[in-house]
């Protein structure tokens, strides 16, 4: 890294990759910004620069001192320890260390205290929630919301008459031919373990699955109006039951909510919706199977009189971006809900849902929202 750089960096101020501090004289301190970087995108660390960006430099003793406080902090207060480069730049006034923190492989790391720190803009701050601890340990596939177990559930909630019919059009077996308990099958099928079902058996599988987990529904509201109001609304409804039903009635109550043309079909017929059919199918299916579920909200759809809005709770997941995910690309938050979707509504799984999307109608636009966590999709209405 030349002077010039620095110069640059120093005058646009600090953001989520780059961290000025004057000094450091402890492990605990230096860890926790250490951890904060390689919980997320790496960094640097420039150690030598006030917080305005203006250098007040090292000394030989500082230089020495400090490498080998780097050097102890990453090996002994970061779990598991990260290995970590440094640059000495000499400046007019005095000597700036570059302290580079890549993107950690073993995430997520902790301090001595078990303590998780995260980027938040240009600071950090320690994780308190465990919603958003088990988002962290999701981001690095050691677990998923849809595997979770589900509390005050059991076999019993299983609708017996769905499920069996699901069982024998995927194994092409009937359920009552099979040798194994009932218990034994739902936990081979990673449905639940020990009589209790996990968030995808009871988001698909049970008679009612708003009773176990009522936020996990689609509130849906149209508008007269090109803004979001509470009186100004020509129609509303929680739709709730398992996901089949979601998301039929969702794209049902979108489609009822917008304009029918004839387009020389016969007077009797329903018109052609003004938005293809395909695209609210792929949209609310990939709201429903690639929401973040380790977030308490529900999905929202939102029909204003210019634009529809399907609105998931969670921002793409690790380096996804809407470039990305509009070339075809995907990562599964949800992989077993994901893997019995295909089998339940017209979901296909490959990452071409956006892709499909835009063919048959480009006037979509998303928007990834990390900042309040969500993601959303703005269906463009033309007239």
Known sequence: METLELVQIFAAGEDTGHQFKRNFTN???????????????????????????????????????????????????????????????????????????????????????????????????????????????????????????????SLSDIDMEYFSAFFEKRFDSPLSKQKIP?????????????????????????????????????KAGAFHS?????????????????????????????????????????????????????VMEELVANALIHREYFISAPVRICVFMNRVEIISPGHLPNNLTIENIKAGNSNVRNPILASFANQIIPYRGFGGGIIRALGAYPNIDFVDDRDGNQFKAIIHRLF
């Open 226 to 278: 090109e803004t979001l109001t509470t009186s100004d609304y020509s129609d509303s409804k929680d739709i709730k039951g398992k996901i089949v039903d979601v998301f039929y009635q969702t794209v049902d109550f979108i489609l009822s909510n917008l304009h029918h043309q004839q387009n020389g079909q016969n007077v009797n017929s329903l018109g052609k919706s003004e938005i293809p059919r395909i």
């Open 182 to 218: 009932l218990r034994q099958l739902i936990q081979n099928m990673n449905l639940g373990h020990d009589d209790r079902l996990n968030v995808t058996a009871t988001l698909l599988f049970t008679k009612q699955p708003d009773s176990k987990l009522p936020v996990f529904i689609v």
């Open 27 to 153: 492990a605990e301190s230096l860890a926790a910004e250490m951890i904060a970087f390689t919980n997320g995108d790496g960094g640097d660390i420039f150690i030598g620069v006030e917080d305005n960006g203006i250098i007040s430099g090292l000394n030989a003793n500082d230089i020495g001192r400090l490498n080998q406080l780097i050097s102890n902090t990453a090996s002994q207060n970061v779990h598991p320890p990260i290995n970590t480069k440094t640059q000495n730049i000499i400046t007019d006034h005095g000597i700036v260390i570059v302290l580079h923190i890549p993107q950690g492989i073993s995430r997520p790391y902790h301090d001595n205290n078990g303590t998780y720190w995260v980027k938040n803009g240009s600071d950090k701050r320690k994780i308190t929630s465990r919603e958003e601890l088990q988002r962290l340990f999701q981001s690095t596939g050691l677990v998923h919301a849809d595997e979770t177990l589900v509390n005050n559930t």
